[in-house]
């Protein structure tokens, strides 16, 4: 442990806790809470979606699976940029004309039932929690690894951290921890990017050709992980369509006050991720070239330390600590808004809408937030504790399965479909939900009759990403349920068209 770590990682944490500081003097209603008043612009929140984006999973495990897989881990960068293309022409506009701060309220303006409510609500902190445990298994790998401490108080750490944020600085707070954020990890993923370049005299195709003479052969190419065709295809189709249905992503739409600011929004975030991702792979052949597979794992046996390691090689041990201080800030950030997104779904679905039926007033319900808040980060920290030798890329695209099974139907639907109803949109999240959670169990991931899982047993299905069984399962469970249910509300649908359109709707 050397004291320029100490420094940077303390001057992050200073920073990011000014920034709560005064964040907190600005959040005292409901609204300033959960979306900071819907006063963001549109170059802000796009830096700030950019931010909840580009997490651990994007920065330090796309890294690790390029330097061990290749091509394989480059699937990641792809999937996770498209997806994009579906939240800008699906999802955006009219997510932010219907919501007002979760994905349950923009399903209850068309679905006025408590049980659609709670069950989009259990969805939201379902994905929370997968999601949450990909972040503090990277951020316990970084910490124990720079740091030379217990990954449990590594994990610990972090959890207190992201907590003082949402607790006392709400989505303010959030907000502009992630637009730093943001700033820092692209000037951190550039400067690497141009040593690696440097290395090679900018010239891609000797990188290419430099890199896969020196690893095993296959690695320029897909199906170096052993991954089937079809294996691959539903990890794509989890990737593109997940990100839509992901609850923190989805809570940013109502930080602006209009549709035009939620796509302009969008546009700068597919910008920033676009280039973001495009990097990765001078990250990852520049960690497989320069440090090697050996030493990667030796570090973390999921490869999440390619990237803070390349830096080290390329800039020594200032350049290292100065990306391990960007990587920390990004968990943190990312943490930090998915604590938010799931305290929400307790506190304002959960608490505030069925079991208060609506009758909270504004303190009560952002003291519901914040008791919500603790609740769901210490449960993040108990099951992050026991997945530590996971890859974090892995375990957000699981996260994204379940968000493109449970809730893209039931957007799309409640959006789109005329005939959808009540009973469509509880099966449809039902079916979705429980499909991928199930296809999970039986998956590589949680079987294994080698003991690398969690389990020591043959698994009953080969699929390590059930995307491709479990978001059809979603979209039948939706028509399935609306077709068996007789129940239509015509007229409910027409103000819904007209409101996710223009944004237009009767006063409250």
């Given at each position: 442990?050397?004291?320029?770590?100490?420094?940077?990682?303390?001057?992050?944490?200073?920073?990011?806790?000014?920034?709560?500081?005064?964040?907190?003097?600005?959040?005292?209603?409901?609204?300033?809470?959960?979306?900071?008043?819907?006063?963001?612009?549109?170059?802000?929140?796009?830096?700030?979606?950019?931010?909840?984006?580009?997490?651990?999973?994007?920065?330090?495990?796309?890294?690790?699976?390029?330097?061990?897989?290749?091509?394989?881990?480059?699937?990641?960068?792809?999937?996770?940029?498209?997806?994009?293309?579906?939240?800008?022409?699906?999802?955006?506009?009219?997510?932010?004309?219907?919501?007002?701060?979760?994905?349950?309220?923009?399903?209850?303006?068309?679905?006025?039932?408590?049980?659609?409510?709670?069950?989009?609500?259990g969805s939201t902190i379902t994905i929370v929690i997968f999601y949450m445990i990909a972040q503090l298994v990277g951020a316990g790998a970084l910490i124990q690894l720079l740091f030379q401490i217990p990954y449990t108080y590594a994990v610990l750490l972090v959890g207190v951290m992201m907590t003082i944020y949402v607790l006392f600085g709400g989505m303010t707070a959030t907000s502009w921890v992630q637009i730093?954020?943001?700033?820092?990890?692209?000037?951190?993923?550039?400067?690497?990017?141009?040593?690696?370049?440097?290395?090679?005299?900018?010239?891609?195709?000797?990188?290419?050709?430099?890199?896969?003479?020196?690893?095993e052969e296959g690695f320029l190419h897909p199906g170096m992980q052993g991954r089937a065709p079809l294996d691959s295809i539903s990890l794509m189709l989890a990737l593109v369509l997940g990100t839509a249905g992901l609850p923190h992503i989805l809570m940013r739409f109502f930080t602006v006050k209009d549709a035009k600011t939620a796509r302009s929004s969008v546009v700068t975030a597919t910008w920033i991720v676009g280039i973001f991702y495009i990097l990765t792979i001078f990250l990852g052949f520049g960690a497989a070239a320069f440090v090697g597979s050996t030493d990667i794992m030796a570090a973390n046996p999921a490869g999440n330390m390619a990237a803070p390691l390349l830096a080290e090689r390329l800039g020594g041990d200032l350049f290292m600590s100065f990306v391990a201080a960007v990587a920390f800030a990004t968990i943190l950030a990312v943490v930090a808004g998915l604590v938010l997104s799931g305290a929400s779904a307790f506190a304002h679905d959960i608490y505030g809408q069925i079991i208060k039926k609506g009758k909270i007033t504004e303190k009560q319900q952002v003291v519901a937030a914040r008791i919500a808040s603790v609740t769901v980060a210490g449960l993040s920290i108990v099951l992050a504790l026991f997945a530590q030798n996971m890859n974090v890329a892995f375990l957000v695209a699981l996260a994204f399965c379940v968000a493109a099974s449970a809730n893209l139907p039931v957007i799309v639907y409640t959006i789109y479909w005329k005939r959808f109803n009540t009973?469509?949109?509880?099966?449809?999240?039902?079916?979705?939900?429980?499909?991928?959670?199930?296809?999970?169990?039986i998956s590589p991931n949680v079987l294994s009759p080698t003991g690398d899982a969690f389990i020591t047993a043959e698994p009953l299905i080969t699929l390590t990403n059930p995307a491709i069984i479990s978001v059809p399962i979603g979209f039948i469970g939706g028509i399935v349920g609306t077709l068996l249910s007789k129940k239509r509300d015509d007229a409910k649908y027409a103000e819904v068209k007209v409101r996710a359109n223009i944004g237009y709707r009767k006063a409250e």
């Open positions: 442990m050397n004291i320029t770590v100490i420094s940077l990682f303390l001057a992050i944490v200073i920073l990011t806790l000014v920034i709560t500081y005064y964040a907190a003097k600005r959040t005292k209603t409901a609204s300033e809470f959960y979306t900071a008043g819907g006063g963001l612009t549109g170059w802000q929140n796009g830096l700030a979606i950019a931010g909840d984006y580009l997490s651990a999973a994007s920065f330090l495990g796309i890294a690790g699976a390029i330097a061990l897989f290749g091509f394989d881990g480059f699937f990641y960068s792809i999937g996770y940029l498209v997806a994009y293309l579906v939240v800008m022409f699906v999802v955006a506009e009219p997510l932010r004309n219907l919501g007002k701060y979760t994905l349950a309220d923009m399903i209850h303006s068309r679905f006025d039932a408590r049980k659609v409510r709670g069950v989009a609500a730093v954020k943001a700033t820092l990890l692209m000037v951190a993923t550039a400067a690497i990017s141009i040593m690696v370049l440097v290395r090679f005299n900018f010239n891609l195709l000797d990188m290419f050709a430099s890199v896969g003479a020196s690893q009973a469509g949109a509880v099966t449809a999240m039902l079916s979705g939900l429980f499909s991928a959670l199930i296809l999970v169990a």
